[in-house]
């Protein structure tokens, strides 16, 4: 079994500032991690994942993300955030073996001017 | 058309009616999944489609009926719905299930049960 805690509901933040959104899983085998963005009245849509290799990941629109193995965290962050960038962020992890995603509850990331 | 795409974007319906919702990928894909997305809820994996053949059924109710005549094309059959089926219903194509590759979301159909 597997699951996915995004330790933020709500991340509150003004334009230009930095920004981390926390993401803790659990799993008995080994996963895939995966971060999402949701804009409004769409699909998701993949910012980056971690499949094998480096620890950190750099996804599309400035945001990376970093692999922790010992601590179980694939947090993303972004140094500096546009207002564009309001929208709903989820990560995921991926069965390597059965090939099943679970996703987090989802945080939603209010970028003020 | 790119991607993934769903039909209609937005459905009202009353709990006696029959609809249908489809999706489409154009990326050759060969796996297929139904999300429901509702609000204050996480997202609920619903059924999986691999090669045709459905893999995953997460005790969905049965007034949702999934049909997938080929690779590209995805239903969900709705019929006697009850208003906490009202949501966002997302359909997602990835190369396989099981691969490495991520999944690409449709924009899915904002379905209203009245």
């Known amino acids: 079994a597997q699951s996915v805690t995004q330790l933020d509901s709500q991340v509150p933040v003004f334009e230009e500032a930095p920004v981390e959104l926390r993401c803790n899983y659990s799993s008995s085998v080994s996963v895939y991690l995966f971060w999402y963005v949701q804009y409004p009245n769409q699909g998701l849509q993949l910012l980056l994942k971690?499949?094998?290799?480096?620890?950190l990941v750099k996804g599309i629109n400035g945001f990376e993300a970093e692999f922790n193995k010992s601590q179980t965290s694939f947090h993303l962050r972004k140094p500096s955030v546009h207002i564009s960038d309001t929208a709903e962020y989820f990560c995921a992890v991926r069965d390597t073996n059965a090939g099943k995603s679970t996703f987090g509850d989802g945080t939603t990331l209010t970028v003020k001017p | 058309e790119t991607g993934v795409t769903q039909t209609p974007r937005h459905l009202v319906m009353g709990m006696t009616n029959k609809k249908s919702l489809k999706c489409e990928q154009h990326?050759?894909?060969?796996?297929m999944y139904w999300y429901k997305q509702s609000a204050k809820k996480p997202l609920e994996l619903m059924f999986v489609?691999?090669?045709?053949?459905?893999?995953e059924n997460n005790s969905v109710p049965s007034r949702f009926s999934p049909e997938c005549p080929n690779s590209s094309h995805l239903f969900l059959h709705l019929h006697t719905l009850q208003p906490e089926d009202s949501a966002l219903y997302l359909c997602?194509?990835?190369?396989?299930?099981?691969?490495?590759?991520?999944?690409?979301f449709g924009p899915g159909t904002r379905l209203t049960v009245l």
């Open positions: 997602a194509s990835s190369q396989v299930q099981g691969e490495r590759g991520e999944q690409f």
């Open positions: 489609y691999n090669f045709k053949e459905q893999t």
């Open positions: 990326l050759g894909h060969n796996a």
């Open positions: 971690y499949l094998s290799g480096s620890t």
